[in-house]
């Protein structure tokens, strides 16, 4: 189920036939531009479900605009974006055809988990409320039932001892599984992580890895930003090497890491590796 580089090129003219190829996440024609710099330049991209998808490339290269695109974080200059068939962005400069609501974006968002560099854990709530808040706010769960999840997920990162903690009791590793269970409180169809070890002392790496091997074992769709070669490695279906906003080269991690096509590609690895 690994996208070929067929599929990754195939031309979609219309919304309606794009719409039709479903996918977990379908990316095509997007651009980006700030001001003069375009920081994404016609990116196209199909994650199937449950696929795992590792983004590497240097500073700059458009990876975090890319994730934002995604999350309709980033309003894009052009292209399409669905999520599980819905789709939730379009837009072609000088000819609309279809403008998002606030509503709407709200909604699609929802289906969608994104775990930061910075854990972004609200330091005045407990462990447990930062996980009951947004099922209860967003998916209209009762207290209860949000709780007994928050439980539940808790256990799954292995943290069920720190419910009542506070996140500035918490080591960075642990507040990053916190930061990934409460993503998966909205039961996302996508999760998205943005450098989820950038930010950790390289001891606690390891124990943030595993949560998110775990996920991927699981089924989960996950896309992750990273610069940990070994990982994308092991657990990753396709690796995605961007830079100046362009895809170089995506495809499985062992024709990726050992028969790059493009010299930049090879550069790159060679200095991480
Ligand atoms: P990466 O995550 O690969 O390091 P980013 O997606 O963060 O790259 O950034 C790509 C480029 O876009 C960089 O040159 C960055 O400075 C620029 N950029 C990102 N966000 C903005 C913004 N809000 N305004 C202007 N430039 C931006
Ligand atoms: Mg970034």
Redesign the pocket.
């Known amino acids: 189920d690994v996208p070929t580089d067929a599929a990754l090129k195939s031309g979609f003219t219309d919304v309606a036939s794009f719409r039709a190829a479903g996918g977990a996440v379908r990316i095509h024609g997007i651009s980006k531009s700030?001001?003069a710099?375009k920081?994404l330049d016609n990116i196209e991209l199909n994650l199937p479900p449950g696929s795992v998808t590792a983004i590497l490339?240097?500073?700059?290269?458009?990876?975090?605009?890319?994730l934002?695109a995604i999350n309709h974080l980033?309003r894009v200059d052009s292209g399409f974006i669905s999520i599980d068939g819905n789709l939730i962005g379009y837009s072609q400069k000088g000819d609309t055809l279809y403008e998002l609501k606030e509503k709407d974006i709200l909604k699609s968002r929802a289906d969608i988990g994104m775990v930061f560099q910075s854990f972004n854990l609200f330091p005045h709530l407990t462990v447990l409320e930062n996980l009951v808040e947004a099922p209860i706010q967003v998916r209209g769960i009762g207290r209860e039932g949000a709780a007994q999840l928050a439980q539940e997920l808790l256990a799954r990162v292995g943290l069920s001892d720190k419910i009542n903690a506070y996140p500035r009791q918490l080591s960075g590793g642990q507040q990053q599984r916190v930061a990934i269970a409460r993503a998966l409180a909205l039961r996302p169809k996508v999760l998205l992580f943005?450098e989820p070890t950038s930010a950790l002392d390289p001891e606690l790496v390891g124990e943030v890895l595993d949560v998110i091997k775990e996920l991927a074992r699981t089924g989960t769709t996950l896309v992750i930003?990273t610069h940990e070669i070994g990982f994308a490695r092991e657990v990753a279906d396709t690796v995605v090497f961007?830079e100046g906003?362009h895809i170089l080269e995506a495809g499985p991690p062992a024709r990726v890491f050992n028969e790059a096509e493009h010299p930049r590609t090879r550069e790159f690895l060679a200095k991480v590796l």
């Open positions: 700030f001001g710099l920081v490339g240097p500073s700059g290269s458009g990876k975090s605009t890319l934002r980033e943005d930003v961007m906003g």
